[in-house]
C-alpha cells in the first residue's frame, strides 16, 4: 500500500467512525464478461445543454435561470471556458422549450427582431425571441475556442398556425432556418448536427405537430441541408424529434421520412416527476423507481430496430424533475445517483449520448448559475467521459441497492466499473470476477493468475518498483457528499472536497491506487469508478 492510500484510507477511518459504529457490512460479488461488447457509446457521450430561457422564467415562486441563456450568458466568464475545455471535447446541444419561438435576424425576417417579453397567453408563457447573428458569432467563439462539438435545435413551428389547443399545424416555413444555416456556413461555423423541433412528438409539451406533417417537413430539411452542405467537406446529422417516446408517433414519423433522412433519434426523459415533487430524494434512492425508465430505452431501441435501423438513439435532453429541476436537490450531490445510473443504464441500450439539462441554468445546471462553481453533477460527468470507454459490458451483481455498470476503460486497455450504492446503512465489500475465468477448473485458475502477475512483473521491471506496484494494482474514485449530506453541494473525491483551483481552474481529479487483488469497499450512499487496467477483456482490446 503506498502512502497515498494510507492517507486516504486514514482520513475515511476518521470522517467515517461515527457512521462505521452504526452501519452494517454486506458483501457482494460483481461478474463482469469481457469476452464481448453489448451496445457501444459514442466517444462525445457525455453531453450538456444550453437553453433559451430568460430570467424571468419561474415555477414554484423561484425564478432559477438568472442570465444563464443563449441570448445573455456571459461568455467571457473565465470558468465557463474551463470548464467546457476539460472534457477534450463537451457535446453542447442549444435548444429548450422556446427553441419553437426562436426567430434568426438574418435574410428577410419577417419579424422586428426583439428579445422574450413574458406573455401569460402566448405559448410557454413568451413572445418570440430573436437572436442576434453578433450573438450567434459570439456563442460559437466560445465553443470553437474551447474545443466545444454543437448540437443547434431548429424552430419547427415558423410559419405553423394554431388548429385546435397544443395542436400546431400548415406548412412549416423553412425560409428563416434555411436562412440562418446559410450564414452559419458562410461563416465558417461547424455543426456537428442540427435538430428539428423540441416536444412536439406525441401530444407534445405545449404543442405538437402531426406525425406525418412532421415527416414530409424532415424530408424538405434534409434536402436544404444537403444543398446547402453540398460543397462542404463534411455534413451536419440531421437529429430529430426532440421530444418524449411516443412509438406510435415515432414509427409513423419515420415511416414518412423514410431511409437516410433521419440520422440520430432523439428523445427526453424526466423521469423523477415535478421540480417541486417533495419525494424527488426518495425517488432517487429507490432502484425500483430509477429501473422504470429501462422500458423507455427498450422500446425505443426496438423501434429503431424495425423503422430506422440507420439510425443512432440520443438522450436529446434530460434533466431528472422538470419545470427547471428541484431545489436543493438537482444541484447537489445526491442528484449523481440518478445521473450516472442513468448514464449506465441507457449505454445498454445503445444510446450514443446523453445530453443533460443544463450546462448552466435552472436548479439542474452542472454549473452555478451565478459563480460558474462546479455542482457534484459536473465532476460525475467529467470522471465518466474519461473513464468510461466506448464499449458497454454486460455485468451482474448480487446485492439489489447496488447499481453497477461496467464498460471498456476509455482510451487504455482494461475495464472501469460505475458502482452507486443506494443504500443509506449497508457498506459493500465487493469481489470482482471474470466470467471468461469462472468455468475454468480452481488449479487451472491459480496457474493463470500466478502466470499474469508473473508476466507483469517482468514487464515492468526495467521501470523499477513504483511502475511494477502500478503494474498490479487498480485505480479507485470513491465519491462522497461533504459532512455526509446527500444535499451537500460539495462533492468529495478519495476524502477531499472537490474545488476550483486558485486561478479558477478545474481540479485534478486523481485516483488512489489499490492492490489488485484485495476487495472493494464501498461506503453507504456513495459511488465509486474502479479502473481495473489488466483486466483481461478481449473486447476491450
Known sequence: MDSQMGIFLFFFFLVSLPAFLTQEVGSAMIIVDGTSTIATNDDKFICATIDWWPHDKCNYNQCPWGNSSAMNLDLSHPVLAKA??????????????????????????????????????????????????????????????????????????????????????????????????????????????????????????????????????????????????????????????????????????????????????????????????????????????????????????????????????????????????????????????????????????????????????????????????????????LLWHRLMGKGVLHVGCSASFLRTYAHCSKGREGMTLLLINLSNQTAYTIDVQNRKDMYLPARERNIKESFVLHSFKRSVAWVGNRASDEALSREEYHLTPKDGDIQSQTMVLNGLPLKLTGDGGIPTLDPVRVDVKSPIHVAPLSIAFIVFPNFDAPACV
Open 84 to 381: 467546457i475545455q476539460a472534457f477534450k471535447p463537451l457535446r453542447i446541444r442549444i435548444g429548450g422549450s422556446l427553441q419553437d419561438r426562436v426567430l434568426y435576424d438574418v435574410g428577410n425576417l419577417k419579424f422586428p427582431c426583439h428579445p422574450f417579453i413574458r406573455m401569460e397567453d402566448r405559448l410557454f408563457g413568451f413572445s418570440k425571441g430573436c437572436l442576434r447573428m453578433s450573438r450567434w458569432d459570439e456563442l460559437y467563439h466560445l465553443f470553437n475556442t474551447t474545443g466545444a462539438v454543437l448540437t443547434f435545435g431548429l424552430n419547427a413551428l415558423y410559419g405553423r398556425h394554431l388548429i385546435k389547443k397544443g395542436v400546431w399545424g400548415g406548412a412549416w416555413d423553412s425560409s428563416n432556418a434555411q436562412d440562418f444555416i446559410k450564414y452559419t456556413i458562410s461563416k465558417g461555423h461547424r455543426i456537428d448536427s442540427w435538430e428539428f423541433g423540441n416536444e412536439l412528438s406525441g401530444s407534445g409539451v405545449g404543442a405538437s405537430v402531426d406525425a406525418e406533417l412532421y415527416g414530409k417537413d424532415l424530408v424538405n430539411l434534409k434536402k436544404i441541408i444537403n444543398k446547402l452542405y453540398e460543397k462542404s467537406t463534411s455534413k451536419p446529422a440531421l437529429a430529430a424529434p426532440g421530444g418524449f417516446f411516443d412509438q406510435k408517433w415515432y414509427s409513423q414519423f419515420l415511416k414518412v421520412s423514410g431511409p437516410g433522412v433521419v440520422n440520430v433519434l432523439t428523445h427526453h426523459i424526466y423521469n423523477l416527476g415535478s421540480g417541486v415533487d417533495p419525494n424527488l430524494v426518495k425517488k432517487i434512492l429507490d432502484p425500483r423507481h430509477l429501473s422504470k425508465i429501462s422500458e423507455t430505452f427498450s422500446n425505443l431501441k426496438q423501434t429503431i430496430n424495425h423503422d430506422s435501423p440507420w439510425a443512432s438513439a440520443w438522450v436529446g435532453e434530460s434533466g431528472g424533475a422538470y419545470n427547471s429541476g428541484g431545489r436543493h436537490v438537482s444541484n447537489t450531490f445526491v442528484n449523481s445517483f440518478w445521473y450516472l445510473d442513468q448514464l449506465g443504464m441507457s449505454s445498454k441500450y445503445n444510446t450514443k449520448v446523453y445530453c443533460r439539462q443544463t450546462l448552466i441554468g435552472g436548479n439542474y445546471g452542472l454549473l452555478n448559475k451565478t459563480t460558474f462553481v462546479p455542482n457534484p453533477d459536473y465532476y460525475s460527468a
